[in-house]
């Protein structure tokens, strides 16, 4: 690990804070292109348990998974006007395909070649929608082809003018599902179904609570008929939106005329949905979990779930402590614990101890020449607490210290996102809020698109979601909180990133 640096506190500077832990735990680095993050293996290490988790979820619901071009004819954007609304000034364009030598010195040494100018121009994916239903409707004739179930692992490009590592990005990895089918109806249920699996991968993987519910008609994905998402509250009292779900209805199905037979013998165009979360989730688990010393990591998804730091004085001591410490990392790897032994000898203990804690360990183990003698091994909880452990039965030991610090991180998360919200708001007492410590505010929503922009240009705060049943107040709004007319929903604000 490079030389230690202080980690900036929360309160001082968030946003200094937020990006020192991720330089600290080693997770990304600015990379030479602008706008472009390096994503290092530690990381890289947590999207890919992200990815086994969720992939095996989406397996799970009749998923499979594909993969299409980077490269999407720019007249395939213009085939659905809304979406290439949506797009239009975030777009990448491959407009060449080769550069010719100049013998110019430096950069000048070679220029793009003017000859080999594309006849059309190439955008570089920002999503996949209208290449991946081009291809549906080669593969659907009958509604015996439906419904059509894809996913996509991939990278993204949208060009961003103002960029955060993790959270916004001109380049970032995403999952985006695709589906065709006969209905409506099975459209929105499949739409809502992939909304409750990500709902369920960031409560019980990332430890991280979310509000569930519909986007606005101005908030909804370009192109799409309903959009749903997930809001989280980040310890600034900013939301995120950790992931959506649309129902496209038919409006890219009759763009590239995606249909199908019938069972009738009639031809009707086929309902899509599309679905995605991002790297954007590493953030949030950031910006969810963590503290003043650097990264907290909820365990089943941290990289290293356990690292045991034997203690030692002398060589007799090392071999003594070492082997015991390396008996212990074999048991808990054999009970499919995620555990490395730190047996460097050119760092003290503290030295360990500080930088486990800054990549996010969540669990701990000290063994000196005192605990081996005494049959144990002292934890050390990332999350605070230590106590003494029996090396008899040490497995199913960590394995229990570890579920209940899973468990604490999504309690504690809960718990202050319940803390910093509130319900029924006035308009006084809105704005009071959002210019204060702000975070999530439940009131009366006209649904006026104007009122949502003049309340953005007050506050700064936007309607996250119009959130579901389970989440709303007991007391159904009246009236919108802002303008005083007839309230048709209730409404989520927050700040957000």
């Given amino acids: ?164 590592l993790f959270l916004r990005t001109t380049e970032f990895l995403w999952q985006e599902g695709h589906t065709a089918h006969a209905t409506e109806a099975e459209a929105e249920a499949e739409a809502r179904q992939m909304l409750g699996v990500y709902r369920k991968f960031q409560e019980d993987w990332m430890a991280m609570p979310v509000i569930t519910g519909r986007k606005t008609e101005s908030e909804k994905f370009a192109g799409a008929l309903r959009t749903y998402a997930l809001e989280a509250l980040m310890q600034d009292n900013k939301a995120l939106q950790a992931g959506t779900s649309h129902n496209l209805g038919q409006n890219f199905a009759r763009a590239f005329n995606l249909q199908y037979q019938t069972a009738a013998g009639g031809l009707e165009y086929a309902w899509n949905t599309s679905w995605g979360v991002s790297t954007r989730m590493i953030g949030g688990l950031v910006m969810t979990h963590s503290d003043d010393n650097g990264l907290v990591c909820p365990p089943r998804l941290a990289p290293v779930q356990v690292a045991i730091v034997p203690i030692w004085k002398s060589e007799e001591e090392r071999g003594q402590v070492s082997g015991v410490g390396g008996e212990v990392k074999a048991e808990l790897a054999q009970a499919g614990i995620r555990v490395e032994l730190d047996l460097r000898d050119n760092m003290k203990p503290g030295a360990k101890y500080f930088e486990w804690e800054a990549k996010g360990v969540p669990l701990r183990l000290e063994i000196g020449p005192r605990d081996v003698a005494a049959g144990q091994a002292m934890t050390a909880r990332r999350t605070g607490g230590k106590a003494p452990a029996k090396l008899e039965g040490i497995a199913a030991t960590v394995r229990a210290a570890l579920d209940e610090i899973q468990t604490g991180l999504f309690h504690a998360a809960r ?83």
């Fill in 1 to 164: 690990m490079a030389q230690a640096q202080k980690i900036t506190p929360r309160a001082k500077d968030f946003s200094e804070w937020y990006n020192d832990v991720i330089m600290q735990a080693e997770l990304a680095d600015y990379s030479p292109v602008r706008g472009c993050m390096v994503i290092r293996p530690h990381g890289y290490r947590i999207w890919e348990l992200m990815q086994r988790a969720l992939d095996d979820m989406f397996k799970a619901t009749g998923h499979q998974n594909a993969y299409f071009p980077l490269f999407i004819p720019q007249s395939y954007l213009a085939k659905e006007a809304e979406h290439v609304e949506g797009f239009a000034k975030e777009v990448a364009l491959v407009t060449h395909t080769r550069l010719r030598a100049t013998g110019k010195e430096g950069a000048a040494a070679i220029e793009v070649d003017p000859e080999s100018r594309l006849d059309e121009p190439l955008v570089v994916r920002p999503t996949s929608e209208t290449i991946i239903y081009a291809m549906f409707a080669k593969w659907i004739q009958s509604y015996r082809d439906l419904p059509l179930l894809i996913n996509q692992w991939c990278n993204i490009v949208r060009w961003e003018l103002r960029t955060r």
């Fill in 415 to 497: 718990d202050r996102r319940e803390a910093h919200t509130i319900r029924g708001v006035t308009k006084a007492q809105f704005v009071e809020f959002m210019k204060g410590t702000g975070g999530f505010a439940y009131g009366g929503f006209c649904g006026s698109a104007a009122c949502e922009t003049e309340i953005k240009q007050a506050t700064a705060a936007t309607v996250r979601v119009l959130p579901d049943p389970e989440f709303r107040s007991r007391e159904t709004p009246k009236t919108c909180m802002w303008c005083g007319k007839p309230s048709v929903a209730e409404a989520l604000w927050a700040q957000a990133y």
